[in-house]
């Protein structure tokens, strides 16, 4: 370690100490770091602003690209200055009306569109169930399974590799155009049925539950294989794909009481009832809370209980917030904790 990084260290250390020695009393070495500390701010945001708002966006686009109009925004700053001269200091109301007016305007329609029509629109909408592209005119259809019986002799000779079927109960040979099953499964045979799901709404696996169903193509008859949350136990096992999507597998071992035929899969994956239970909450706050800065009419009745609750709303979210400001604070006072131990405490070795 060279003796500029030992310095450099010494110096933060040295600051880290003085302002967390405010914390015994206030004392002329605080005070210096804190007007250390001001003076840098400040001569480090002017230079930054005469940098990017007076030479980039003023100077150079007038004088070099020939945008003479940038003129008046140019005076209306200049006249912000006036108010530092108290008989022309009502010059600068002009460019302050203008700017408050601008800003507002912009902050307004910004926060309409980014804030409150987004946060109105997640509020009021129901939760949408995940589910696979919907085809053939069956819901969340992702593909066929064939269900045979091996022990049986078929008048069917299936012949995968050219995709063709061998009628052997003629003498002529019939060809015809044949698409194979996703899925072939006999009796007593365990096939794993896998679907892949997007997790747009970024829920718990915990929270889904999944829902297979299977539809005979002759009958149109359908049953529903499973209907329950992930776990191994039940045969429904959720693998995370890595890339934002997942992938769902269901142990399926027909029986007898299934007939032997093609059959069209559903699959769905949906949250379960308590994420309907949170909607509800989120609508009531949302209601309760603006009621309680209702105050065209007095707060009694059942206006006046929704309006308590809302305050109960009202002092969660700032319990909250303010929890959560107190973590990113004790979160860098840690640093600096570390800082010293680590590496102020570390030059100890290097210079003695």
């Known amino acids: 370690m060279s003796w500029i990084e030992i310095l450099h260290i010494w110096i933060m250390a040295f600051v880290t100490l003085a302002l967390l020695s405010f914390l015994y009393k206030d004392n002329p070495i605080y005070k210096l770091v804190e007007h250390i500390f001001a003076g840098l701010s400040a001569g480090y945001y002017v230079g930054l602003i005469w940098d990017t708002v007076i030479v980039q966006q003023l100077y150079i686009p007038m004088f070099n690209n020939g945008k003479y109009w940038l003129i008046i925004p140019g005076i209306l700053g200049f006249l912000m200055f006036t108010r530092f001269f108290p008989k022309f200091s009502w010059v600068s109301r002009v460019s302050l009306a203008f700017f408050m007016g601008t ?15 987004p946060q109105m629109q997640d509020t009021m ?16 259809y992702i593909g066929s399974l064939e269900i045979v019986d091996f022990e049986r002799k078929s008048t069917l000779e299936l012949t995968n590799a050219d995709s063709t079927i061998t009628d052997t109960t003629h003498t002529d040979t019939t060809i015809l155009t044949f698409e194979p099953p996703d ?12 679907s892949t799901f997007d997790d747009s709404t970024e829920a718990d696996l ?8 299977i539809r005979n193509q002759q009958d149109l008859s359908e049953t529903v294989l499973i209907d329950a949350q992930p776990h191994g136990e039940n045969g429904i096992i959720i693998v995370d794909n890595g890339d934002g999507s997942f ?7 027909p029986d007898t009481t299934f ?24 609508l009531i706050g949302v209601i309760s809370t603006l009621i309680y800065f209702y105050f065209s009419k007095e707060h009694t009745g059942v206006l006046g209980v929704t309006a308590k609750v809302g305050i109960w709303f009202i002092m969660i979210s ?20 570390q800082f010293l131990i680590e590496d102020w405490l570390g030059t100890f070795s290097e210079l003695f």
């Open 259 to 282: 007939s032997t035929g093609t059959y069209d899969l559903g699959f769905e994956v949906k949250q379960v009832s308590i994420m309907y239970v949170l909607t509800i909450l989120v």
């Open 206 to 213: 915990d929270d889904l539950v999944v829902s297979l169903t």
């Open 103 to 117: 800003a507002a305007g912009i902050f307004l329609v910004s926060q309409l569109h980014g804030l409150v029509l």
């Open 183 to 194: 899925y072939t499964v006999r009796y007593g045979v365990p096939v794993v049925l896998s």
């Open 318 to 337: 700032f319990g909250a917030h303010f929890g959560y400001t107190v973590m990113g604070r004790v979160s860098l006072l840690i640093g600096r904790v």
């Open 125 to 140: 909408k129901p939760r949408e169930s995940r589910q696979t592209v919907q085809d053939k005119d069956f819901s969340k």
């Open 247 to 253: 992938t769902a597998n269901y142990t399926f071992m």
